[in-house]
């Protein structure tokens, strides 16, 4: 007798409608090229779709109370909300993508803050200078 028999449901059913889904995204991936909207489309769902059957029975939500869902429900909103609110600085900025060690002055210009580190030398990443190698 197996330790899941009185759960209501099958464990092995679920991991084998999981490695399905996962075989199925594989395919997709691989076989589908254009349109790329659809393919995405596609793997967003079968992604959904494998994370609700996870949700629901190996972390035991189907057969949670009310006030657990009314807890986890508004996460996504949540997370929705923070992500359209960071969306315009981090989607839409010109000036966002400037190599490690440069920053921005007052004006909006990339500057290079390795350089300009007052005894630092040029070209030399640790401000000292070759005498004392």
């Not at 629901?56 to 609110?85: D, N, Q």
């Not at 010109?94 to 921005?104: A, E, I, N, S, T």
């Amino acid at each position: 007798m197996s330790s899941h028999e009185g759960l209501g449901y099958s464990i092995k059913k679920i991991f084998i409608v999981l490695f399905v889904l996962t075989a199925v995204e594989v395919a997709v991936g691989v076989l589908i090229d254009d349109p790329k909207w659809f393919k995405w489309s596609l793997l967003l769902i079968l992604a959904v779709w494998k994370g609700g059957l996870i949700l629901m029975y190996f972390m035991h939500m189907k057969f949670e109370k009310f006030i657990v869902w009314s807890l986890i429900a508004p996460t996504p909103l949540l997370v929705l909300v923070v992500l359209l609110a960071l969306m315009p600085d981090l989607s839409f900025n010109k000036v966002r993508d400037y190599p490690v060690g440069y920053q921005l002055n007052e004006q909006g210009e990339v500057v290079d803050m390795i350089d300009s580190r007052p005894g630092a030398a040029h070209g030399d990443d640790h401000g000292e200078s070759d005498a004392g190698h």
